[in-house]
């Protein structure tokens, strides 16, 4: 993707997201019509890459993050159609950034950011379906040791298939 810079210029942003989560389903109603109520914690890894003009130079970064996701995913299912929410905190225990040609390393600060998802998902068999959601994402950035901050707020549709087994 893109992001625009306060000074009108954008950058080419490439991003990995890896989740794995665990956690329990308890379920109301019988057969695909009813609620379905999903607890969860996992761990999540974030590698990017950013590469955006700085001073009439081309300038690349990179992250790593490490994330520890819980919270709780609520779906209610008609016979075509569930839809619901999901919250999400996200306790970050490592972020490092680097600004490669400048030679900067910095780390965050241990800091918590929360994630909002509103699934709607269009059953195509007993067990697959087509899911698009809308997910809003707020992240910070406090350095370890100095003053850079950085707020980020990420707004996406999702489009995707998936089956419950």
């Not at 590698?47 to 009439?56: E, H, T, V, W």
């Not at 008609?78 to 999901?86: P, Q, T």
């Not at 950035?141 to 996406?156: C, I, L, M, P, T």
Request: charged share 25%; glycine share 14%; no cysteine.
């Amino acid at each position: 993707g893109n992001f625009e810079q306060t000074t009108g210029t954008f950058s080419s942003f490439e991003r990995d997201l890896v989740t794995a989560k665990i956690g329990k389903n308890y379920d109301g109603g019988e057969g695909l019509a009813g609620w379905t109520l999903s607890p969860y914690i996992g761990l999540s890894y974030l590698g990017a890459d950013n590469k955006f003009p700085l001073g009439g130079v081309n300038v690349r970064s990179g992250q790593d993050t490490l994330y520890i996701p819980f919270g709780v995913k609520a779906l209610y299912h008609g016979d075509d159609v569930s839809g619901g929410i999901e919250i999400t905190g996200l306790y970050k225990f490592e972020d490092d950034q680097r600004v490669i040609p400048l030679g900067v390393n910095q780390t965050s600060k241990d800091t918590m950011s929360l994630q909002m998802e509103v699934p709607v998902r269009v059953h195509l068999t007993d067990s697959s379906f087509a899911e698009f959601k809308y997910v809003h994402r707020r992240d910070d950035f406090r350095q370890s040791g100095g003053a850079r901050a950085a707020d980020v707020n990420e707004h996406k549709l999702i489009a995707g298939y998936g089956f419950r087994f």
